[in-house]
């Protein structure tokens, strides 16, 4: 299935369907634990389905913060996408350290 018709197929569950995502923090520690109120939609792929949904309308909210031209905005972005980019990416490679230990 391509990522088009992967799209088509989430969205008419979503739109069929009443969704709720709770994400804990456990204390002591930043590993999230992410479930939603329909047990089948509990995987990865959907997860990142609703997510980028979700961060779509907090990305728009925090540009409307303190941004003004269409140049900053574009580089605001840029700099969450890194920021999310180097948290994976840090998060592996101190993974992969653990693992050779």
């Keep these: 299935m391509n990522i088009d018709d992967f799209s088509k197929e989430i969205d008419k569950l979503l739109t069929a369907n009443e969704i709720k995502m709770m994400v804990t923090f456990p204390e002591g520690g930043m590993e999230t634990i992410i479930k939603t109120n329909i047990p089948e939609f509990d995987s ?58």
């Design 44 to 101: 990865a792929a959907i997860h990142f389905y609703l997510i980028l949904h979700m961060a779509k309308k907090v990305f728009k909210e925090l540009l409307k913060i303190d941004v003004v031209d269409a140049s900053k905005k574009e580089d605001m972005l840029e700099g969450f996408f890194e920021m999310l980019k180097s948290e994976i990416l840090e998060e592996e490679a101190e993974e992969n350290e653990l693992g050779k230990g």
